[in-house]
């Protein structure tokens, strides 16, 4: 029996993959970005999404893939060398909204996200924040204080 394209695929997908305890890290190309790059066909595709689709099926329209092996590893320094991004272990891959891939990393974001109070101590909640169309929080208490200091001067 004959083996198909997209079994050849597979062969030579798993052929660049090793298997630990814990991630499986694509030891094939890398792209500068840091992922795995596995070529399907003519197209370039980064490996981890292929390992996503062989196994959970079609990534949902608008969310991305989250290596959650990579947030729950505090020591990993992020960026392009984060060596999480080259795991293509099906089960430490989740599709969630672009934010939340954001919030849950190990950078300046997820960092300034995980705050609960303005530099001033007030908190950040519904009734004393309001966020910019940049995406800051602005803490309402703290504007206050700035006008009534401004006004007075």
Request: glycine share 8%; charged share 20%.
């Given at each position: ?23 499986w ?5 890398i792209?500068r ?45 992020s960026?392009?060398?984060?060596l ?70």
């Amino acid at each position: 029996m004959a083996e198909t394209p997209e079994g050849r695929a597979e062969t030579r997908f798993w052929s660049k993959v090793t298997k630990t305890d814990t991630c499986w890290p694509w030891a094939a190309g890398i792209h500068r970005s840091g992922y795995g790059l596995f070529s399907v066909g003519h197209k370039q595709i980064y490996a981890h999404r292929f390992s996503y689709q062989l196994h959970k099926g079609p990534i949902p329209e608008g969310l991305i893939l989250d290596h959650t092996c990579h947030g729950a590893d505090a020591a990993c320094p992020s960026g392009n060398g984060c060596l999480h991004r080259r795991c293509v272990n099906p089960d430490h891959l989740e599709a969630v909204l672009p934010v939340q891939n954001v919030y849950r990393g190990n950078t300046l974001a997820a960092e300034n996200a995980a705050k609960t109070q303005c530099p001033a101590g007030h908190p950040y909640d519904n009734d004393n924040t309001y966020v910019t169309p940049q995406g800051w929080r602005v803490c309402r208490r703290c504007v206050a204080q700035r006008e009534a200091k401004r006004r007075v001067a």
